[in-house]
């Protein structure tokens, strides 16, 4: 019921209006228009005073929201409450991170992790967030070995081997991200601290533009909601210049077969391409993305996305323009075989990518059973500061599964607007607002024509 729960489908919103029962899931280029991780500034590891025949770094990161709805996402338990009621909550994180790494003779270096995590929710969170709980951690704990200098004719750092507990992306996060699920028990639902997978083992091999990687993972799930989600597969990425990677996934994945049958013996081809085609025009780029998701009738569903964006980086703020499709099938109430793509571990590289909408996303639509329209503006007024608004239309793949009763294909109208704030080398502030607009599909499944409005305000520290 929680945040990062892959679901069947979608959930229809009008539990989401009633119970809340069902929840939303919230990766290797960071955005140009954007930080990698808007809510956290990064974090610039400092000396530590510890003995210095080994080389150890010290960083801190602490964050704490306000988020708040007018007409909430779910229903008040009170009688006679008011339709239009709101809500309003708090979260707050800290996650101390101490590394070391050590010179071997050959040339190449052992590296090791050592974080944890403490978060908390409270206030009067919804229900799909979690109620007022928190908790501290472990989250990295993981040491590797890497090449360094020692096949000086294979490049720097070859070869690199990590196992533990460790974070692990592929692409910008379409499919595969985030390691660890927020909220609940854990609290922490929108701050997603918490990345790394409860055991990793990944084996990379770099030479010159190849990269080839090979990996095992395990999530870090919800001690009241273990999925028994793991995964092996292999990655492969080529980078031509500094301006195009090309980039190839398979996955295996394995499931709890009562929870999750459709992932139990999954298998998820991926292929992408992030590139600026036109070498004399490089504020031109493209993204393209697609996914197959195969595992008989349990599962036969396809997802794809494709974006053009286009940056005047020559002008006075550098405005930047950009359209996005995807799509993400849904179940085909026709056949008897189950077409409802599985969201998967995806992760949070930039506003929109891949929860998408700040409210329609995060609270009440997966990327499953949908077909998203992006439309984004955003602009740089200084190194410091960036912002800008995006426009979302949401509609259904397949209606008739999204809730009884059902015929419409339009889901939902969102607009966000947003701010990134460098205050100083060690403050980030982050402020949104959004509006978003249920429509008929909405409408049919929970007679709901009110309007979604919410607002947002983040704090980071890092040192």
Avoid at 180 to 186: I, M
Avoid at 198 to 224: C, M, N, W
Avoid at 439 to 450: D, H, I, Y
Wanted: cysteine-free; glycine content about 10%; overall charge neutral.
């Amino acid at each position: 019921m929680f945040r990062h729960l892959a679901r069947r489908q979608i959930a229809p919103l009008v539990f989401v209006l009633t119970s809340l029962s069902g929840g939303v899931a919230r990766a290797q280029d960071a955005p140009a228009n954007g930080p990698a991780d808007p809510p956290a500034a990064a974090a610039v590891p400092r000396p530590t005073g510890l003995p210095k025949a080994i080389d150890w770094k010290f960083s801190f990161e602490a964050a704490w929201g306000s988020f708040g709805f007018r007409n909430a996402v779910f229903n008040d338990p009170r009688e006679n409450a008011r339709v239009d009621f709101g809500t309003h909550w708090f979260e707050g994180s800290v996650k101390p991170v101490l590394s070391a790494t050590v010179d071997l003779p050959s040339s190449s270096q052992v590296y090791g992790t050592l974080s944890g995590v403490g978060e908390r929710t409270y206030g009067s969170a919804p229900r799909i967030v979690g109620p007022d709980f928190s908790s501290f951690l472990p989250e990295d704990v993981a040491i590797g070995w890497r090449s360094g200098k020692a096949f000086e004719s294979l490049g720097e750092n070859a070869l690199d081997f990590t196992v533990g507990r460790a974070p692990y992306k592929v692409g910008h996060g379409f499919l595969l991200w985030d390691g660890a699920a927020e909220g609940g028990t854990r609290g922490g639902y929108w701050s997603n601290a918490r990345k790394a997978f409860g055991f990793a083992a990944i084996g990379r091999f770099k030479p010159g533009q190849h990269t080839v990687e090979s990996f095992y993972l395990k999530k870090s799930d919800l001690p009241e909601h273990d999925t028994g989600t793991r995964l092996w597969g292999a990655n492969y990425e080529y980078r031509i210049g500094a301006d195009t990677t090309l980039g190839a996934t398979y996955m295996k994945f394995r499931g709890t077969p009562d929870l999750v049958p459709e992932r139990d013996q999954l298998d998820v081809y991926n292929a992408r391409a992030y590139t600026a085609p036109i070498p004399a025009v490089k504020d031109l780029s493209l993204e393209l993305e697609y996914a197959w998701e195969r595992n008989h009738d349990a599962l036969h569903s396809d997802a794809w996305t494709a974006q053009g964006a286009y940056q005047l980086s020559a002008a006075p703020w550098k405005p930047k323009v950009s359209y996005r499709y995807a799509f993400f099938q849904g179940d085909n109430p026709t056949t008897t075989r189950n077409e409802a793509f599985d969201p998967l571990l995806l992760g949070f590289s930039d506003w929109g990518t891949w929860w998408q909408g700040e409210i329609a996303g995060e609270y009440f639509v997966a990327n499953s059973n949908l077909i998203s329209h992006l439309v984004r503006a955003h602009v740089s007024p200084s190194d410091a500061v960036g912002g800008g608004v995006m426009v979302y239309k949401f509609l259904l793949d397949q209606p008739g599964t999204y809730a009884p009763g059902v015929t419409d294909r339009n889901l939902a109208l969102e607009v966000d607007s947003y701010v990134d704030w460098k205050i100083n080398k060690n403050f980030t502030a982050s402020f949104v607002a959004a509006f978003a607009n249920p429509q008929r599909a909405v409408e049919q499944a929970s007679n709901r024509t009110k309007s979604f409005a919410y607002g947002m305000v983040y704090l980071a520290y890092s040192y």
